[in-house]
């Protein structure tokens, strides 16, 4: 019997639009995943991916001008920037509303207990009021009410939650990480509080990547975490990676399929 594989996507803000590239570039190879976990924008592709979704065309649709923009609703609140009813009712689409025991592969999403502290595993119920929930950039995205807690991003605990997929009995895991590195422009207040954060989060990223098979971190410092508009170059960035890093993933998860 083969290894259980698990894939951790974390987070990233607009940075993790790699996922979305590196994830078609798992779909060309072939690659049986068995469980995936993602984490705030990671949560987010991998729903979409665990719901069985043509990553090509969501790439046609969030590279479209001015799509991303629209997903984000402005609110004069002292919760958040963002209400984030839009971006749930579009992930409510995407997924046909599924729930997590719909979806074709495994999915657990990560978010954080904004009263106690504690980093919350989502994988009963909607898979996008679950998403919504893991996406709560604290500042910009209000907090969400969900399951008798108040969530917000599961970055806050843990960024690329693999001890999450080893717990969940994974054997062999692919883990993508798209904070490397820092923004050398701050050009806003929400950029300098998330940058403050990702420094934060550093220490604890260390100690959770350790317990990945492989690391993959594409070299996307460069792009803002709000920086929307770069959707684009995020994908083809994710797509370069997993393609230069091929013939690891298939040693590592143990896959003999060339890409066609």
């Given at each position: 019997?083969?290894?259980?594989?698990?894939?951790?996507?974390?987070?990233?803000?607009?940075?993790?639009?790699?996922?979305?590239?590196?994830?078609?570039?798992?779909?060309?190879?072939?690659?049986?995943?068995?469980?995936?976990?993602?984490?705030s924008?990671?949560?987010?592709?991998?729903?979409?991916?665990?719901?069985?979704?043509?990553?090509?065309?969501?790439?046609?649709?969030?590279t479209?001008?001015?799509?991303?923009?629209?997903?984000?609703?402005?609110?004069?609140?002292?919760?958040?920037?963002?209400?984030?009813?839009?971006?749930?009712?579009?992930?409510?689409?995407?997924?046909?509303?599924?729930?997590?025991?719909?979806?074709?592969?495994?999915?657990?999403?990560?978010?954080?207990?904004?009263?106690?502290?504690?980093?919350?595993?989502?994988?009963?119920?909607?898979?996008?009021?679950?998403?919504?929930?893991?996406?709560?950039?604290?500042?910009?995205?209000?907090?969400?009410?969900?399951?008798?807690?108040?969530?917000?991003?599961?970055?806050?605990k843990?960024?690329?939650?693999v001890?999450?997929?080893?717990?969940?009995?994974?054997?062999?895991?692919?883990?993508?990480?798209?904070?490397?590195?820092?923004?050398?422009?701050?050009?806003?207040?929400?950029?300098?509080?998330?940058?403050?954060?990702?420094?934060?989060?550093d220490?604890?990223?260390?100690?959770?990547?350790?317990?990945?098979?492989?690391?993959?971190?594409?070299?996307?410092?460069?792009?803002?975490?709000?920086?929307?508009?770069?959707?684009e170059?995020?994908?083809?960035?994710?797509?370069?990676?997993?393609?230069?890093?091929?013939?690891?993933?298939?040693?590592?998860?143990?896959?003999?399929?060339?890409?066609?």
């Amino acid at each position: 019997m083969s290894p259980k594989r698990g894939l951790v996507l974390g987070a990233g803000g607009a940075r993790g639009f790699a996922h979305l590239g590196f994830l078609q570039v798992l779909e060309e190879l072939k690659m049986k995943i068995d469980m995936v976990v993602g984490c705030s924008a990671g949560a987010i592709f991998g729903s979409l991916w665990c719901a069985g979704l043509d990553l090509y065309r969501i790439e046609r649709l969030l590279t479209y001008p001015g799509f991303s923009k629209k997903l984000l609703d402005p609110t004069v609140s002292k919760e958040g920037l963002v209400k984030g009813d839009r971006i749930l009712e579009v992930l409510r689409l995407l997924t046909r509303d599924m729930e997590f025991v719909d979806l074709k592969i495994p999915l657990a999403v990560v978010a954080t207990d904004l009263e106690n502290g504690e980093l919350v595993v989502l994988n009963e119920g909607s898979v996008a009021q679950a998403v919504r929930a893991s996406i709560s950039i604290p500042g910009f995205f209000k907090p969400y009410h969900y399951q008798g807690r108040l969530l917000v991003d599961g970055a806050v605990k843990s960024r690329l939650p693999v001890h999450i997929a080893r717990s969940m009995g994974a054997e062999k895991i692919l883990a993508v990480d798209v904070r490397r590195g820092f923004a050398s422009k701050l050009t806003s207040a929400m950029d300098i509080l998330l940058q403050s954060v990702e420094i934060l989060e550093d220490e604890v990223f260390r100690l959770h990547c350790a317990d990945s098979d492989l690391l993959i971190q594409p070299d996307i410092g460069h792009i803002g975490s709000f920086q929307f508009d770069r959707a684009e170059e995020a994908i083809q960035l994710g797509r370069s990676e997993a393609l230069a890093q091929s013939s690891e993933i298939r040693r590592i998860m143990e896959i003999g399929v060339e890409i066609s």
